[in-house]
Each structure stands twice: as structure tokens, then as C-alpha cells.
């Protein structure tokens, strides 16, 4: 038996990891629910897939997801990207799909299918995005790690970035998911411990059109398979603690063609006019109760105000110091909460900047 009900017992299952699989594959199908988490399951394939071409489609129960209703509950699975599988090892694959309904339209939480298409529409753009995302560490009993029993840690300050005994907690979860991204593919560019106790960042990209949001999402699975190993939970609120301690975003990072080459601060300060004129439209799908987060304080601005500035964290939009100076690169959309959907932002991100689409009338089978 493990000692913890939460925790996997490791040693024990590696006694049947190496066992020969008589030519079959696993693959983890994996899918974003109805409150913008993550689910999976796994298929036998008798044969290893060269390509997302070879994986078939599969369905699930949806009214078990809030994705539809108990009358009509099958709702189908899509793969659209693939990768090499850290925990089962090769040849075994993680699936990411899309859900879409058995009437041939796409389900209502399927936000990368729109996404998808405004990419491809603007692909001559060539839009990169990097993502930031934070995260907060609870244990198995809802206590933020390293934080005392009942009390709080000191002030801020010398967490972010911080090493050393008492500064930064649970390190292992993070090397283990770093490596597990890189493994898998994944578009990784780096982590480091925030300004909360607790709480971490990596960041994903640059990722030219949709397949930044493939990745993130497929990040945040691994993310929350690797805690699984170490009895964690991950946490994606965006105030996971009240008071004076800083929120956790998902700071979002854009760069067009345009934009990369010499004189592109006229197209990087073009798209950030656009941006101010919908402001409340992005704030709408840029994460639930980002309120509580975009405050005026502790790096970010108001939910209510759109700002943007030169090296400026409290700030709407930010435009880094080199950028300004060499008058071309990218800028930073720092109001996007942590927990939001990527494909939900990069696609009104693109939206906003280039122009929407007319609405996609499908036949119903």
C-alpha cells in the first residue's frame, strides 16, 4: 500500500513500465471540460501512429464533463496534435483532441476550432506568441506549500527568483515538469519561482498561430500529471490568497512579421490602439475572476482602465525597454489571468489586430 492515498507509489510501479507490450500503443486522449480543466483516458492502438492522421477519433461521456446533457451525452474527440509520452515512454503518445457534438458542430467549450481558423486566415502575419503562465502549489489538505500551518510566511520579496531553503518550494515538481515538457516536445522556454511563496511560472513559445495554445494546454497536463506524483495540487486562480500577496497571470506576448522588422514600432503601437478600443471584450475571456487580480496593484493595472507604457508592469500592455530602444520586437499583454483558456486569448489577440471572420454555418448530421 502507498502511505498516502494521494501519492503514487513509484517504486512498486516501475516493476511493470518495462514490460513488453506485444507491439500495441497507448495513447492519452486528452481534452479540455466544461470549467476549462483537463481530461483524458487512454486507447489501445495496435499499430504505432506515424502521424495525428493515424489516430482515430473517439468519444466520451459529456454529460459526466458538463459538456452536454445525460439525453444526449456523446460528445467526440478530435486529435489534432501529438507527442511523445514522458510517463509511459515510447512508443506511447499523448493525444490532444478537440471536442466536438454529434451533430457535426463543434462543442461550446471547443474554443480552439474558432482560434484555428482565424489563425489560418491571417497566417500571412506570421504571429508569434510566448505565454507566461503562473501557478500556485497547494498540499493535499489545501495548504499553500511552505507556508506555515494556520499562518503566513514573511513578506514578499525575497521569493521571486529566489534560492535557497525557506525562499522556493517543491523545486522537484518543477525540474520534473520541466523535463517532462522538453520530452514531449514541448516549446518550453524556461521557469523560475515568483514573487508569492508557492507560486511558479514557465513559460511556452514563441509559437507561430495555434500551436501555442496546443502546447500550453498540453503543459498544464503534464503540470498537473507530474503533481500527481508528489501528492500537489495545482492551482490556476488568479488570487489564490487574499490580501497582500500578488495574483498569478498568464501574461501573454505577441509579435507579427511586421512588428520583427526594422520600424516595427509603428505596427506593435497600431495593434495596441485596436487593442484599447476592445478593451471589455478581451477582459471578458481573459480568465473568471480576474476582478480580483487586476486591482491597480502588485503589478498589474485596472481591470477597468486600459494603460500601456514603456517597461511598465502596472501597465495594461507593456513594451519592454529593448524593444523601444531598437524600435521593432513585440509587446506584452499583461491582463490575461492565469487560469484563462490560450486559445481564447491568442484568437481574439489575432481578432482584434486583423479582423474577425464570418460565422461558420455547419450542416447538421
Known amino acids: 500500500m502507498a502511505e498516502s492515498k494521494f501519492v503514487s507509489n513509484t517504486e512498486n510501479l516501475m516493476k511493470f513500465m518495462s514490460l513488453d507490450q506485444k507491439g500495441s500503443v497507448m495513447a492519452e486522449y486528452i481534452w479540455i471540460d466544461s470549467s476549462n480543466g483537463v481530461r483524458s483516458k487512454t486507447k489501445t492502438l495496435k499499430a504505432e501512429p506515424k502521424s495525428v492522421e493515424d489516430l482515430p477519433e473517439w468519444n466520451f461521456d459529456g454529460s459526466s464533463t458538463g459538456q452536454a446533457g445525460g439525453d444526449n451525452s456523446d460528445v467526440y474527440i478530435r486529435p489534432v496534435a501529438m507527442y511523445p509520452d514522458p510517463f509511459r515512454g515510447a512508443p506511447n503518445v499523448l493525444v490532444l483532441t478537440e471536442c466536438w457534438d454529434n451533430d457535426g458542430s463543434p462543442n461550446k467549450y471547443n474554443h480552439r476550432h474558432d482560434a484555428a481558423r482565424l489563425m489560418e486566415a491571417h497566417a500571412k502575419h506570421k504571429t508569434w ?3 507566461e503562465q503562473e501557478y500556485t502549489l497547494f498540499d493535499e489538505l489545501d495548504n499553500v506549500y511552505g507556508w506555515p500551518k494556520g499562518g503566513f510566511p514573511g513578506p514578499q520579496g525575497p521569493y521571486y527568483c529566489g534560492v535557497g531553503t525557506g525562499k522556493v518550494f517543491c523545486r522537484d515538481i518543477v525540474e520534473a515538469h520541466y523535463k517532462a515538457c ?9 521557469v523560475n519561482a515568483e514573487v508569492m511563496p508557492g507560486q511558479w511560472e514557465f513559460q511556452v513559445g514563441p509559437c507561430e498561430g495555434i500551436s501555442l495554445g496546443d502546447e500550453l494546454w498540453m503543459a498544464r497536463f503534464l503540470l498537473h500529471r507530474v503533481a500527481e506524483e508528489f501528492g500537489a495540487k495545482i492551482s490556476f486562480h488568479p488570487k489564490p490568497i487574499p490580501g497582500d500577496w500578488n495574483g498569478a497571470g498568464l501574461h501573454t506576448n505577441v ?15 497600431a495593434a495596441i490602439k485596436r487593442l484599447e478600443s476592445r478593451h471589455e471584450e478581451h477582459i471578458a475571456v481573459y480568465g473568471a475572476d480576474n476582478a480580483l487580480r487586476l486591482t491597480g496593484n502588485h ?14 508592469r502596472g501597465a495594461s500592455i507593456r513594451i519592454g525597454a529593448a524593444v523601444a530602444k531598437e524600435g521593432c520586437g513585440y509587446f506584452e499583454d499583461r491582463r490575461p489571468a492565469s487560469n484563462a483558456d490560450p486559445y481564447q486569448i491568442t484568437g481574439i489577440m489575432v481578432e482584434t489586430i486583423y479582423g474577425g471572420l464570418e460565422p461558420e454555418v455547419f450542416k447538421k448530421e
Open 299 to 312: 503589478e498589474t493595472g485596472s481591470i477597468d482602465t486600459f494603460s500601456y507604457g514603456i517597461a511598465n
Open 129 to 131: 506568441f510566448g505565454l
Open 182 to 190: 522538453l520530452f514531449a516536445g514541448i516549446r518550453i522556454s524556461g
Open 255 to 269: 509579435s507579427s512579421e511586421e512588428m520583427r522588422q526594422p520600424g516595427g514600432m509603428k505596427h506593435i503601437e
